[in-house]
């Protein structure tokens, strides 16, 4: 029942097969659909490196988690980042760009982005 909340050490109990597998599912999606992955931050910013499908990713796994901060989502990206990383040798998204790129995206602790039941129903979610 617990499995999924945060514990007083901070500690993120998730099951990495259920990230592997609705992480697949979720790129299959976004292709299927068309997603377009926009490669620039802005008009004349620099070139995204983490893809805009995992940031949206680590939106639906903080709901899942119920996390209610932007530090935690991060704590809870680092952990799962094994499973989340767009390349093997990418390093870790840092904690400032996650949070302003989750607020680009409209995602915010407490207020989930709209997209994510749209996609995932909620009792995927529990």
């Known amino acids: 029942m617990a499995k999924n909340r945060q514990s007083d050490a901070g500690?993120?109990?998730?099951?990495?097969?259920?990230v592997k597998r609705n992480?697949?599912?979720f790129?299959?999606?976004?292709?299927?659909?068309?997603f377009p992955e926009p490669q620039r931050n802005g008009r004349r910013g620099s070139t995204f490196f983490y893809p805009e499908s995992l940031?949206?990713?680590?939106?639906?796994?903080s709901v899942k988690c119920k996390v209610k901060s932007y530090l935690g989502i991060h704590r809870m990206?680092?952990?799962?980042?094994?499973?989340?990383?767009?390349?093997?040798?990418?390093?870790?998204i840092s904690e400032s760009q996650l949070r302003e790129r989750l607020k680009k995206i409209r995602h915010a602790p407490g207020?989930?982005?709209?997209?994510?039941?749209?996609?995932?129903?909620?009792?995927?979610l529990t």
């Open 27 to 34: 790129d299959e999606f976004l292709a299927a659909t068309g």
């Open 55 to 61: 940031i949206m990713f680590i939106a639906v796994l």
């Open 77 to 92: 990206a680092v952990q799962y980042w094994r499973w989340l990383r767009p390349d093997p040798s990418a390093p870790p």
């Open 111 to 124: 207020k989930p982005a709209a997209f994510i039941f749209q996609v995932f129903p909620p009792p995927a």
């Open 23 to 25: 992480k697949e599912a």
């Open 11 to 18: 500690a993120l109990k998730l099951n990495p097969e259920w």
